[in-house]
């Protein structure tokens, strides 16, 4: 019996080796998932939130706020407070500020996290600027409201939460001008 020829061996091997990397593709947004999980982190909020809640008054939870522009992103963007202390159940609100420095319009989305990750299924936002596109015109300014509830069955150990949101560029997908022509018809 012969050996198989080298060239055989070496396309086999890479072969292998295609079909490992497809299915590890596949595999990456579970373990994604399960990373985030396990580490606490990249905690994301559900929807818009309609209900209501009996405020808890016997604790508070304090609730940071942060705000990041990604790469390429030049519009000023932060919150009106570092933080606020809040009464799980209670409905409370937080300003965003947002300024378009440019000369041209621009349309921004913002993704929001929680942290930590595990407190994220009880951070419910009644109203939020991050449910929508945001467009500003030149020089334009505004403030954004975000609303939300601190469930009370957050867990007791839970002092200290993060909401924080990334605001992103997306122009090139969804330019201005073409949102205000398909709105005025």
């Not at 016997?58 to 990041?68: A, D």
């Not at 403030?143 to 150990?157: A, G, N, Q, S, T």
């Amino acid at each position: 019996m012969t050996n198989p020829s080298p060239n055989k061996r070496l396309v086999t091997r890479l072969l292998l080796i295609v079909v490992v990397m497809f299915a590890f593709g596949f595999a990456l947004v579970p373990l994604y998932t399960v990373m985030c999980k396990a580490f606490g982190i990249n905690g994301k909020t559900g929807d818009a939130y309609e209900g209501s809640q009996v405020i808890d008054q016997s604790r508070r939870v304090r609730v940071q706020f942060l705000s990041t522009n990604a790469v390429d992103m030049v519009w000023g963007f932060y919150p009106k407070a570092e933080q606020l202390e809040v009464y799980p159940g209670a409905v409370n609100e937080m300003l965003f500020i947002a300024q378009n420095p440019t000369d041209k319009p621009m349309t921004a989305q913002a993704v929001p996290s929680i942290s930590p990750g595990t407190a994220a299924v009880y951070f419910h936002k009644t109203e939020c600027f991050c449910f929508t596109q945001q467009v500003l015109q030149p020089g334009q300014r505004i403030e954004m409201p975000v609303r939300f509830i601190v469930d009370r069955d957050l867990p007791k150990d839970v002092k200290h939460l993060t909401l924080a949101y990334t605001l992103f560029d997306i122009t090139a997908r969804q330019p201005p001008a073409a949102r205000v022509a398909n709105n005025g018809g």
